[in-house]
């Protein structure tokens, strides 16, 4: 039985709160950036608990007054870390847990992970069955066996649970690059 009280981690990119523009690009279905905002905040406090860790892989707002940006972040729930994406000079001055430029290289409920806005064709521990999760592409890349977009675009514009990108890994048979290339190499035989 799992204890409903353990905090956990969720992963999660992309929201643009308050950046309009982002309704011309793939959620023409929120009729304006307000009624947007409203349902990201909505959606994120329905899968995030107060007492969870959440990491956010970049683009958290753009274009957006750091008013409105401070009054939307006051509102979602947990602990919230920040892994700076393209569009997040107005995201910076916001009371994160942590800010980290590049990409962070980690352990996440057990699971090592490197954690990046970009995606990445190969990472560290790739043949030890480390992760790589990423934003930014907004549904437009694969996953892999072991690496998955974590944009909002992808999991019903809320964060996800290590334990949901762990099953959908899971089904997911196609190996990293760096992994099937390796492999690839290795049955055509070495004739140098």
């Not at 892989?57 to 750091?66: E, K, N, T, V």
């Not at 980290?100 to 806005?117: A, I, M, N, S, Y």
Request: hydrophobic fraction near 35%; glycine fraction near 8%; aromatic fraction near 8%.
């Amino acid at each position: 039985m799992t204890n409903q009280n353990f905090p956990r981690v969720l992963v999660t990119a992309d929201h643009h709160f308050g950046h309009s523009s982002i309704l011309r690009m793939g959620r023409a279905h929120f009729t304006d950036i307000d009624t947007h905002d409203e349902m990201l905040v909505a959606a994120w406090n329905a899968a995030v608990r107060p007492g969870d860790e959440v990491w956010h892989l970049g683009d958290f707002c753009y274009r957006c007054p750091p008013e409105r940006a401070a009054k939307v972040f006051a509102r979602l729930n947990g602990t919230k870390r920040l892994v700076v994406g393209n569009h997040d000079r107005g995201a910076r001055h916001l009371p994160w847990a942590s800010q980290h430029e590049g990409f962070v290289d980690t352990v996440l409920e057990g699971q090592r992970v490197t954690l990046c806005h970009y995606p990445m064709r190969a990472w560290q521990g790739v043949f030890r069955g480390a992760w790589h999760l990423f934003g930014h592409t907004h549904g437009l890349l694969e996953d892999t066996s072991q690496s998955c977009d974590v944009g909002v675009d992808r999991w019903g514009y809320r964060p996800a649970t290590i334990a949901e990108i762990r099953a959908r890994l899971a089904v997911t048979p196609d190996l990293p690059e760096e992994r099937r290339r390796a492999a690839e190499r290795d049955e055509g035989g070495d004739d140098a």
